[in-house]
């Protein structure tokens, strides 16, 4: 008679009953590779936003990839009809290792080659096949201990658990303290220890234990070693990123911080993107503070949302009318950067450490929902909108926050990228404003480092030059200052839709600029 005895019963035939002690280990082994797995998915969405910006749309594609290939590696899981352990072992040590080395793969395909998706693809493919066959190898056989409905259920329960867990670890601890590079080190050594405790207890009942043993050994030496040099590694990377030498980086909650000099040009990056050039910087900040703060009735209290680099607050301070000025920059890594930081305190002349600046790290859409004073100019110096948590600051929504702490004459300007590479993200702010505001004027300069730039000045009240432009100024001055008001020729309004918290098309007007700039398509 054929044997007809199913492949699960064959199991039990061919592997031993794991104990009560057996199996509190593996579901313990379960808690933490479900946390590694959903690290790694976090690190290499966040690497992608750091190094290409469009935090949204990379998280969606890492995730989707990420659930796509761990279907592949359940479904494979499967054809594993022996040796479940061993196989387990096998996986751990294999993903240890190349979730360890992940953040460096992708550093350097980044920073050396053009083929950053591609090895993307790859990597997230590996990964997530290998953990997509972690948790049926080892639900199956917990399950000849426990059954299937108790040992599923605890299997699932602890998998989520060590989810959760590590999604608070990995923002709050993690990448503040450790950063890309480290964070996948460590990682993948907690994969490679928990094949080597698995290996060990189980020693006697795996085939070739020695052999695997040996090899974890070996892939967390090289881990090891990969973490001793992590800091030659991040200037080895850091130098073929930015142009540059690199004299300060940091990895704060919210972003990578990063300034470079070479001669006197000192530059800030911000998660890849350059923020300033002190070569030129001067024309921005100029034109974005010296036009709202000469157009405002009364000149005695202002309010900086960003720049936390002080050099706003700098070009502020020339006019001795104001008493205040609040600075609310989410990220302390900037503004200790602007206190401490001896080239940037030269260039923003102190301007953090003078009494009449208050510097508050908290989220401006936060800040400005408490009660609190009027504010006769209210400065806007953000990133480009280019994620969901910027964008929002863009908003009809926020705008009309701001309209709400405007004293009677008073004046807002916000930066609004640039009115040639992204037409329709600097219109659609501009019309964002015309929803909240009475006037709305658009406000250009030319920024060497960026190229034309553009904001967008708003108020309840016409706009009527009040003061003078300080004297000191290199680039706005008061006999040269209306040119930042004149219309190009070639560059018409263009009616478009506002930006609403609910939608943000914002985000993608900016997308499709930024991927018309890639291409050299764009008008």
């Known amino acids: 008679m054929a044997n007809s005895t199913p492949p699960e019963l064959a199991e039990a035939h061919t592997e031993a009953t794991p104990t009560q002690d057996d199996q509190r280990l593996l579901l313990v082994s379960i808690f933490i590779i479900a946390g590694c797995s959903l690290i790694y998915e976090l690190l290499i969405s966040s690497l992608s936003t750091y ?297 923003n002349k102190d301007a953090l450490h003078n009494p009449k600046v208050v510097v508050n790290n908290d989220d401006a859409w936060r800040w400005l929902e408490r009660d609190g004073d009027l504010f006769d100019v209210i400065i806007i110096d953000l990133p480009d909108p280019d994620t969901a948590d910027i964008a929002r600051l863009y908003t009809v929504e926020f705008y009309r926050k701001i309209a709400r702490r405007l004293s009677v004459g008073g004046v807002m300007i916000t930066q609004a990228s640039s009115p040639w590479l992204e037409r329709n993200a600097f219109w659609c702010i501009a019309s964002t404003l015309d929803k909240v505001f009475e006037n709305a004027s658009a406000v250009y300069s030319n920024v060497p480092s960026f190229g034309p730039w553009g904001y967008v000045m708003a108020s309840n009240t016409p706009f009527e030059k009040q003061r003078k432009i300080p004297a000191g100024t290199r680039y706005i001055t008061e006999s040269a200052w209306q040119f930042t008001l004149e219309h190009p020729a070639d560059l018409p309004p263009l009616e478009l839709k506002a930006n609403h918290l609910q939608t943000l098309p914002l985000m993608q007007y900016y997308a499709e600029g930024y991927q018309a700039l890639q291409t050299g398509e764009y008008e």
Do not use: C
Not at 141 to 160: C, F, H, N
Not at 292 to 302: D, G, V
């Open 51 to 347: 190094l290409l910006g469009s935090g949204v749309v990379h998280y969606s594609i890492t995730i989707g990839l990420f659930l796509f290939f761990m279907g592949v590696g359940s479904w494979l899981a499967q054809y594993v009809r022996e040796d479940l352990l061993d196989t387990f072992v096998k996986i751990e040590i294999a993903l240890g290792l190349v979730g360890g080395l992940s953040a460096v793969l992708l550093y350097a395909a980044y920073a050396w080659t053009q083929y950053y998706y591609p090895a993307m693809l790859v990597v997230i493919a590996t990964i997530s096949t290998l953990v997509g066959m972690e948790i049926p190898l080892l639900t199956r056989v917990i399950e000849r201990g426990r059954g299937i409905r108790q040992g599923l259920s605890d299997v699932l329960a602890t998998d989520y658990v060590g989810a959760l867990a590590a999604s608070l670890l990995f923002p709050f601890i993690l990448l503040p303290y450790l950063g890309h590079l480290l964070t996948a080190f460590a990682i993948g050594a907690v994969n490679l220890l928990v094949a080597l405790v698995v290996l060990w207890h189980f020693r006697k009942h795996l085939k070739q234990a020695s052999l695997w043993l040996s090899g974890g050994l070996v892939a967390a030496a090289l881990l090891v070693l990969g973490t001793y040099f992590t800091p030659s590694f991040t200037q080895i990377l850091e130098r073929a990123l930015y142009q540059d030498p690199v004299i300060f980086s940091t990895q704060s909650p919210y972003q990578k911080v990063v300034m470079t000099e070479r001669g006197n040009d000192l530059r800030l990056f911000l998660n890849g993107s350059l923020q300033f050039s002190s070569q030129d910087e001067y024309r921005y900040h100029e034109a974005l503070i010296h036009l709202p703060a000469s157009h405002s009735r009364t000149l005695e209290r202002a309010l900086i949302i960003g720049g936390g680099d002080g050099l706003a607050a700098r070009e502020l301070l020339r006019y001795p009318s104001l008493k205040q000025i609040q600075l609310v920059d989410l990220d302390s890594a900037v503004t200790d950067l602007g206190r401490d930081l001896h080239k940037l305190r030269d260039l």
